[in-house]
Structure formats: C-alpha cells, structure tokens
C-alpha cells in the first residue's frame, strides 16, 4: 500500500511564496509520473504540474513561470514551489502518483489560500 502526504498549505497574501511537499511511502514499484493537481468547489479537480520519471515537467498555463516541480528521489518526496501566488491559485492542492503499473495514488490535499 502507498501513501501520500501532502504539507505546507497555509494561508499566504498575494504575491507571496509557498512550498509544498508530498512524501511517499510504502511498496512502490517504478513510477511513472508525479504531479500536483487542484481542485476549487463546483469544479473538476485539474493538473497543475506533473513530472515525468525522466523529470521532465509540464505545467498548466496559468502556473507557468511562478510554480516550479522537483523531485528528491532519496527522500521520496516532491515539491512544488509556488511563487507570486494570487488569490485565484486557492484551492485544496492534491499530490498524485501514477506507477508504471498503472496503479495510481492520490494524498488526502491540502488547502492553499491566497488573500489579503
């Protein structure tokens, strides 16, 4: 069984930084890819920033050039670096992992706010 944990949600001003982090455990077989995804209330949960396991990363539009992906393997853990955060960033930001297996995992979220 995998687990993911989320951290380091808060509540941040605009144009304020944070960084998250998901730590893996468990039996895991080779991964596939890792990302944050988000999801507001009403609306479809969606991919902010995926990693691949050639650490190549993707980011949705609206993050472009302010969230950064990284991975440190010997911790199990990836990040997302978030920076000149606005107030429509907040969201419960969730971690995923996708297993060459096909299996996938999600952690239980955290809650990013973004307001003065």
């Known amino acids: 069984q995998v687990q993911l944990v989320e951290s380091g949600g808060g509540l941040v001003q605009p144009g304020g930084s944070l960084r998250l982090s998901c730590v893996a455990s468990?039996?895991?077989?080779?991964?596939?890819?890792t990302g944050w995804y988000r999801q507001t209330p009403g609306k479809q949960r969606e991919l902010v920033a995926g990693?691949?396991?050639?650490?190549?990363?993707n980011y949705a539009d609206s993050v472009k050039g302010r969230f950064t992906i990284y991975r440190d393997n010997a911790k199990n853990t990836v990040y997302l670096q978030m920076n000149s955060l606005k107030p429509e960033d907040t969201a419960v930001y969730y971690c995923?992992?996708?297993?060459?297996?096909?299996?996938?995992?999600w952690g239980q979220g955290t809650q990013v706010t973004v307001s003065s």
């Open positions: 468990g039996s895991i077989d080779s991964v596939f890819t």
């Open positions: 995923h992992l996708l297993t060459s297996s096909a299996f996938d995992y």
């Open positions: 990693l691949t396991s050639a650490s190549r990363p």
